[in-house]
């Protein structure tokens, strides 16, 4: 049997009982193996596009796409046991859980696990009924379902985007228009500022969101805070346009009058600026809606939720439920944004376009 493209799993590729051991171990020939998404892979072997993955033997996609599953005969992969991993102070806080835990010891087989994964992922049950039946026909537990509808999660999801978007789109103006005015007022160092935005924006945002872990946790504190560093540069790049672009000629008038560089800036600089500015604000905001889809990568919820869990439930009606509204809410915010810039243009700038 010949191979010619191969895609696995991003984690396999980097495991020590991963793709670089398999590939020691029985010899194998291929070098330009590319990752992909796990729950995407069945999908590219089904159409062709790849012809070896790696999978977990209790993926209902096997029997479902009639795949032929190579044998271990070297005894290369240990044997891969689910666990409990908990607090410690769980025992105490909550003994009732813990016993409700162990009672489940034992009793999940890989056939159950395959059948699982088949009502969830192919009959598209939702995982609370499939977890809840496997408990009443195993354990004879019986439980309360709180279904949720496709809308409840639609709102739920809004309410968490839409505070991602607002509070670090917040911070990014309270931080970036001091900074884009301090860069025009100080040349040199603003040379610095504008070469750190841009720098921080270059970051691959899934990248930043995970840099920001280690400070803030998981949840939706490092996505406000990665979303606030990409906010930055537009902002404070417009503003210093902004500024730089007004004539010299109003400048000095201002000065002859007597105003103070602080008057200057609040009765005429910003203002004169204020188009240029919201235009940052705009871009900063709709880059924010789009990026914090991400967030739901690392605990913080908002559309990205629905579309992580479409991917990996092969549901195209959560993608859509979560991608729609991102993009419909990046349009509403860019149509939003350019009444409000006509809306802030100083009186005399309108009268002079409409002039």
Sequence with gaps: MRVETEQFSNEFLERKDGWPAVRNAFRLPQENVTGLDHDLAYRALS??????????????????????VLEDDKAFFPKYDAVFLYRLDLETRA???????????????????????????????????????????????????????????????????LILVAISLALSMLFAVPLG????????????????VAAIYTIPSLALLVFMIPFF???????????????????????????AGISPALRESAIVLGLSPMARLIKIELPLASPSIAAGIKTAAVINIGTATLGALIGAGGYGQPILTGIRLA???????????????????????????????????RLKVRS
């Design 47 to 68: 159409t062709g596009k790849t012809d070896l993955i790696d999978l977990y033997s209790t993926d209902a996609e096997i029997a479902f796409y009639h795949l032929r």
């Design 95 to 161: 003994p009732s859980f813990i016993r409700s835990l162990k009672r489940l010891e034992g009793q999940v087989t890989a056939a159950q696990m395959i059948h699982m994964n088949a009502a969830s992922k192919l009959d598209k049950r939702s995982e609370a009924s499939v977890a809840a039946a496997f408990l009443g026909d195993t354990l004879h537990i019986r439980t309360t379902l709180n279904e949720t509808t496709l809308f409840s999660i639609f709102l739920l999801r809004t309410k968490e985007h």
């Design 181 to 196: 005015v301090l860069a025009y007022n100080r040349p040199r160092l603003g040379q610095g500022i504008l070469a750190f």
């Design 217 to 243: 946790g998981i949840g939706t504190l490092p996505a406000i805070a990665a979303l606030f560093l990409y906010g930055l540069l537009p902002i404070v790049r417009n503003t210093h346009t902004g500024l």
């Design 315 to 349: 549901d195209n009606s959560l993608i859509l439920l979560g991608a729609v509204p991102a993009a419909a809410l990046a349009l509403i915010v860019q149509s939003g944004f350019g009444a409000l810039e006509r809306t802030i243009l100083p009186r005399g700038l």
